[in-house]
T-cell receptor, first 110, second 116 residues
Framework: KNEVEQSPQNLTAQEGEFITINCSYSVGISALHWLQQHPGGGIVSLFM???GKKKHGRLIATINIQEKHSSLHITASHPRDSAVYICAVSDETSGSRLTFGEGTQLTVNP | DTEVTQTPKHLVMGMTNKKSLKCEQH?????MYWYKQKAKKPPELMFVYSYEKLSINESVPSRFSPECPNSSLLNLHLHALQPEDSALYLC???????????????FGAGTRLSVL
């Protein structure tokens, strides 16, 4: 069993839909990261969370430390949101090492 | 400036070639990372440099040789690679603090390497 599990693996939505991607982890963490990777490679850090909720534009990330669960929400989705979304965790014992989930491929159709 | 610049963007090399990948950042970050990413898989950590010293080597074969000549530059020297080494190689940087656990990593666009 992976230490970081994401669901769904693949998600197809129509433009304008509300999207949720889930991440569960089995280890103690000091921070959870949501990353976005567009075709062609570059990875962008969207959020780093250790508690509560963060919002940036149409993106919202939440984390429940007790339940070891995080969600990434996209409101009013747009085709340009099509990308792979990766959940990763870091903890004090592993220092700079990120443990990655397998990613969620999101496709938003016009 | 939150940019990590990687060159080249694409590289094709034979198994007997020697080549280098370069990574540069000017954010004052003192931790720099090399990752390898195969298609449809998450990145795998290869090396971490902290204050220009190698702090993590994830048992990477010696045909990959990292170098951090100064706080802004990170190189990955490649020699006698195998076709299975074909992948996207990503560089990242972050601020180092104690434990490095809460720092956002800034990634470059990657070098797509093909070994023939």
């Amino acid at each position: 069993k992976n230490e970081v599990e994401q669901s769904p693996q693949n998600l197809t939505a129509q433009e304008g839909e509300f999207i949720t991607i889930n991440c569960s982890y089995s280890v103690g963490i000091s921070a959870l990261h949501w990353l976005q990777q567009h075709p062609g490679g570059g990875i962008v850090s969207l959020f780093m969370l250790s508690s509560g909720k963060k919002k940036h534009g149409r993106l919202i990330a939440t984390i429940n430390i007790q339940e070891k669960h995080s969600s990434l929400h996209i409101t009013a989705s747009h085709p340009r949101d099509s990308a792979v979304y990766i959940c990763a965790v870091s903890d004090e014992t592993s220092g700079s090492r990120l443990t990655f989930g397998e990613g969620t491929q999101l496709t938003v159709n016009p | 400036d939150t940019e990590v610049t990687q060159t080249p963007k694409h590289l094709v090399m034979g198994m007997t070639n020697k080549k280098s990948l370069k990574c540069e950042q000017h954010m004052g970050h003192r931790a720099m990372y090399w990752y390898k990413q195969k298609a449809k898989k998450p990145p795998e950590l290869m090396f971490v440099y902290s204050y220009e010293k190698l702090s993590i080597n994830e048992s990477v074969p010696s045909r990959f040789s990292p170098e951090c000549p100064n706080s802004s530059l990170l190189n990955l020297h490649l020699h006698a690679l195998q076709p299975e080494d074909s992948a996207l190689y990503l560089c990242a940087s972050s601020q180092p603090t104690r434990g490095l656990a809460k720092n956002i990593q800034y990634f470059g666009a990657g070098t797509r390497l093909s070994v023939l």
